[in-house]
């Protein structure tokens, strides 16, 4: 086919200069044997339209041929451009593919050494923890170790202890019996050995005048002048001053009896002199003579001596020269414990109400502590017993020979009979003072119960009632453990109110005015817990069996027992009519069961247990699940109406349990399950005690159990009696006894139960008239025990709170600010009145006040406007924008003030100033 510029007559180009079609353009390819014959429209090449305008000179053909080649490069560098741009475009995504591998294989290297890392980690914790372990174990052996040491050191240190004791006490006993044989078997001197001595006049008096002042420190140095000195004349002066020595220590008795041995093995009058002289003390004809001669002080400076200690250091004294052989008469002991048995018989001791009874209680009280001092001291020679638990037996004791013997066998029943006397009176007394105490404190509860505290007269009578129990209890209970006598049982009574006498009372808050408090805060909390619906006006009153239906019933018996026979297997009946005919019922039952099948028996409790449970399209089963949800007032009252009509004792006994097994973790809904049982208990009698009772039993055990667990299980518990209480469904009584009980043990959980109750109905029982007086009394108890008590800070504040949810403090009232009208003016228009609606009349009132006046008011209260609404500032933005073109310098200022707020906000920062800085 000829070309385009040979058909047009211009030089041919070779074959491989001409225009090849590309495969990138299939329309030249097409357009191209249009333009080699010349023909076509205005769709055709420029070349080929040439000849038709032009008649198809050289001239013209050879522009032609010049102008092809230019577009055929032109395509060509297009060509070469867009491959150069795809090889670059491939360059660049295999570029892309590279990189992107590198940073996947980079990335994996990171996983993988983060991994490594990790699993290091890992590796040195689990490490460190086995060496935690490690070392734990061994503190905890080494501490084991070292407690199981102290713990050996200690029962060793013990057993060296008694062991120590013990050698004393027998080395004690060794020289007891060496002096006894020695006293026993004297060898007095004669009197050319009393030659040798010294019988200088200044001497001996100077010797006896010590005498009367003898310790165990001037024991050795008595003894020593004792030996030197010749005192065959001062015997009965030596005697007087012993028996006038004030012995107060058990040293000095020792120190004295072992002088009265030297003295009776050298001077044969003594121990007849001495004896008499020592015993007179206890001779009635002569007590009242020496009581007060002897308890006088002996010099100026001394303290003086009481007549029981006087009696008791004689007696000891007598006892321990009995048992060292100075006289080995037993009578003088036994005449003693007769006149100390004697006393105890006295007929008043038993007489209540006689005058003289506080007297001859002390005077037996006295009598009782010389008694178990002579026992402690001559258990084991005189009365053949063991006072101590850690001794033998009285079989096990060391045989005592009869030389060594201080009573007989006959004498030592007679001691025994006479203490054994002694310890039975003490146990009846003791009877009686637990019964006077018993009846003190019932006479003190019902006084707490009717005026809610006692006066200072039955505060100290009761104390004084209670100390005189406690001596004789500590006295009856030491004589009977010495003397292997069993003790009495005194029965305890749990109702008993024990009293904190020591404890100072706390006068009431004055109120400001003399009205009583509302007892509830606001008028929607009176009105739940005091306008209770009545179901006899809503429900039919058959439901409820009235007048009516126990009309019928009397009228016929059989009607009755076949109504409560029902009953019992689950159908609805009146609670009246469950005691009037119950016996009828049970006669009727077993007559007509005889009659009736077993089967027939199943079938109709079946058919009427179903009827009973739904009625009226309620199911008991539904009410029952539906508890939960019932959240608010109307929903609790519904469900106290659709209950009536399936109302039946079992029923009853099936709500109240589900009640009472409300969720511990639910206390919001305890309020309204008491609004149901409070509705509930104006109809059917039985529902509200039947609660209380299981509540107060659950409370009981929990106290009584007096362990640190199911706290929330005892917080639900106080917290449903404390709800129960405001409907009045709770007696006040139950309340404070419960709270009496947590205070009495004011320790650990009994603690958060009585804040607990306090929290819930501490306020209502404060205000209400007929309890306040007692509330204050309880309140004030526990605000002194968390004052004694060393609380941690929870429990501190868990206290304080309850207290003052009671009794909320005092609080002085706010005084306003007497601000100007001007300012009040303008802190009306800015901060109350202004809105987007009215800034223009805003801006005109404010335009008209005297700015060179009140112009930083204005400035002021535009700071304040976090006192306004916050959906108010921009149109207070917008009111000073507005000011700003008439008053120049506004809007600097209030911009500088602004500023400086927020800056020292940030630097102040406040939390209640919050709102402030965002304002």
């Known amino acids: 086919m000829p070309s385009e510029n040979s058909y047009l007559g211009g030089p041919s180009m070779p074959p491989q200069q001409q225009y090849q079609p590309q495969p990138q353009q299939p329309q030249y390819q097409q357009q191209q044997p249009q333009q080699s014959f010349g023909g076509g429209g205005r769709n055709n090449a420029r070349g080929a339209s040439q000849p038709r305008r032009g008649g198809g000179g050289n001239k013209q053909g050879g522009r032609t041929s010049r102008s092809q080649p230019q577009s055929s490069n032109t395509h060509l560098a297009q060509q070469q451009q867009q491959q150069q741009q795809q090889q670059q475009q491939q360059q660049h995504q295999q570029q892309q593919q590279v990189n992107e591998q590198e940073q996947r294989e980079k990335e994996a290297e990171r996983v993988r050494l983060e991994a490594e890392a990790q699993e290091q980690a890992k590796a040195l914790e689990i490490e460190r923890q086995k060496k935690q372990a490690e070392e734990k174990a061994r503190k905890e052996q080494a501490e084991r170790e070292a407690e199981l040491k102290r713990q050996e050191d200690a029962r060793l240190a013990k057993e060296a202890e008694e062991a120590q004791k013990a050698l004393e006490a027998q080395k004690a006993r060794q020289e007891m019996l060496e002096l006894r044989r020695l006293n026993r078997n004297a060898s007095r001197p004669d009197d050319a050995f009393f030659k040798t001595l010294d019988s200088n006049f200044k001497k001996n008096t100077a010797f006896v005048k010590k005498l009367s002042k003898i310790t165990d420190e001037s024991k050795e140095k008595l003894c020593q002048e004792l030996r030197g000195l010749n005192l065959s004349r001062y015997v009965s002066e030596a005697v007087s001053s012993i028996a006038e020595s004030r012995l107060t220590k058990n040293g000095d008795i020792t120190a004295a009896v072992h002088i009265c041995s030297l003295m009776h093995q050298r001077y044969a009058t003594f121990s007849k002199l001495l004896l008499p002289a020592i015993a007179r003390y206890f001779d009635p004809k002569q007590q009242a003579q020496l009581s007060a001669a002897s308890t006088a002080p002996a010099t100026p400076g001394e303290a003086p001596i009481s007549e029981l200690q006087r009696k008791r250091t004689t007696l000891r004294l007598l006892t321990e020269l009995f048992l060292v052989g100075v006289y080995t008469d037993p009578s003088v002991l036994s005449s003693i414990l007769k006149e100390l048995v004697k006393a105890c018989k006295n007929p008043v001791l038993r007489d209540r109400d006689s005058k003289d009874r506080e007297a001859a209680l002390t005077t037996f009280h006295q009598n009782a502590l010389l008694v178990i001092s002579f026992i402690r001291l001559g258990s084991e020679d005189i009365l053949g017993i063991a006072t101590d638990k850690n001794q033998r ?41 637990h019964k006077i105490l018993r009846n003190t404190e019932k006479e003190n509860h019902r006084a707490l119960q009717a005026k809610g505290e006692l006066n200072e007269t039955e505060k100290s009578h009761y104390e004084k009632v209670r100390k005189s129990y406690e001596r004789f209890l500590s006295c009856a209970s030491t004589l009977c453990e010495l003397l292997g006598e069993e003790m009495v049982v005194l029965q305890e009574d749990e109702n008993t109110t024990r009293l904190v006498v020591d404890a100072t009372p706390v006068k009431p808050k004055e109120t400001k005015s003399n009205e009583p408090e509302p007892i509830f805060d606001d008028e929607d909390t009176r009105s739940f817990y005091e306008d209770l619906p009545d179901l006899r006006q809503l429900v039919p009153a058959v439901l409820f069996g009235d007048s009516e239906a126990k009309s019928k019933s009397k009228q016929n018996s059989k009607e009755d027992a076949a109504v409560d026979t029902k009953d019992k297997e689950g159908e609805v009946t009146s609670p009246r009519q469950e005691g009037v005919t119950a016996e009828t019922a049970e ?57 009536c009509y399936i109302n039946s004792k079992g029923n009853r006994k099936k709500l109240v349990k589900t009640v009472f097994n409300a969720p511990r973790t639910q206390l919001a809904l305890l309020p309204y399950y008491s609004r149901l049982v409070a509705e509930l208990n104006l109809c059917m009698k039985d529902v509200g005690p039947m609660l209380v009772a299981m509540l107060e039993e659950e409370f009981n055990f929990l106290f009584k159990k007096k362990d640190q667990m199911n706290i929330e299980t005892k917080i639900k518990n106080i917290k449903f009696l404390g709800e129960l209480c405001k409907f009045k469904v709770a007696s006040h009584n139950l309340i404070f006894t419960c709270l009496k009980e947590c205070l009495d043990d004011f320790l650990h959980h009994n603690i958060d139960i009585a804040c607990a109750l306090l929290e819930t109905c501490g306020r209502f029982l404060y205000r209400t008239p007929e309890t306040q007086v007692r509330t204050k009394h309880m309140l004030d108890i526990m605000m002194r025990l968390k004052n004694t008590k060393n609380l941690e800070n929870r429990l501190d504040t868990a206290v304080e709170n309850a207290f003052y949810m009671c009794i909320p403090p005092d609080r002085p009232a706010r005084k306003e600010k007497l601000l100007p009208p001007i300012v009040r003016y303008i802190h009306k228009l800015i901060l109350t009145d202004l809105s987007k609606h009215n800034v223009k009349a805003v801006l005109k009132q404010l335009r008209k006040i005297n700015w060179e006046q009140d112009g930083n008011v204005v400035l002021d209260t535009m700071l304040k406007v976090h006192k306004g609404k916050f959906s108010n500032i921009p149109v207070v933005a917008s009111l000073a ?18 500023l400086e707020e927020i800056r020292r906000g940030i630097e102040v920062n406040i939390f209640k100033q919050q709102q402030r800085r965002v304002a």
Do not use: M, W, Y
């Not at 008439?886 to 003030?897: A, M, N, P, R, T």
């Open 587 to 643: 006669g009727n039952t077993e007559q007509s069961g005889s009659e009736e099948t077993d089967e027939d028996k199943k079938k109709k409790a079946k058919s009427s247990a179903v009827a009973n449970d739904s009625a009226g399209g309620v199911s008991l089963e539904g009410l029952l699940q539906r508890l939960p949800s019932c959240v608010n007032r109307d929903l609790i009252d519904k469900a106290a109406i659709d209950f």
């Open 393 to 433: 037996s009285p079989a096990q004791l060391e045989p005592v020979t009869a030389e060594d013997a201080v009573v007989s066998p006959e004498q030592q029943k007679q001691f025994l009979q006479l203490l054994r006397t002694f310890a039975n009176t003490a146990k009846d007394v003791l009877v009686d003072e």
């Open 881 to 898: 924008a507005g000011l700003s073109k008439h008053q120049k310098q506004l809007g600097v200022h209030l911009v500088d003030l602004l």
